[in-house]
């Protein structure tokens, strides 16, 4: 599975940017997917996860509220949507596939990354 990120880009806070993850080589319907982000000396952190069926999702309480994660089977694209995007949320976006429904880590199948930089 080869996962392609994009969308990232640079913006004011309180603007909104739209994240898509293009999944190719297999399905992924079957897996779950999500996403993660790395700021500049810190750790890659959870952001989202949607589960293999959709339905529930889940989100780190940072960005709860304000971000929404989403999946097109049909495309094999998953997707997060940010709003009300806060300096804060500068990092590099990664997403990431598991090759199992529940959303739990560890996930198998990582992106290249998209960088998001807002701006105060």
């Known amino acids: 599975v080869q996962l392609q990120a994009s969308g990232g880009g640079l913006v004011q806070a309180g603007g909104s940017l739209r994240l898509s993850c293009a999944a190719s080589g297999r399905t992924v319907s079957n897996y779950a997917m999500g996403w993660f982000r790395q700021a500049p000396g810190k750790e890659r952190d959870f952001v989202a996860a949607?589960?293999?069926?959709?339905?529930?999702?889940y989100y780190a309480d940072s960005v709860k509220g304000r971000f929404t994660i989403s999946r097109d089977y049909a495309k094999n694209t998953v997707y997060l949507q940010m709003d009300s995007l806060k300096p804060e949320d500068t990092a590099v976006y990664y997403c990431?596939?598991?090759?199992?429904?529940?959303?739990?880590?560890?996930?198998?199948?990582w992106g290249q990354g998209t960088q998001v930089t807002v701006s105060s």
């Open positions: 990431a596939a598991r090759r199992y429904c529940d959303h739990a880590p560890p996930y198998d199948y």
């Open positions: 949607i589960p293999c069926l959709g339905g529930s999702t």
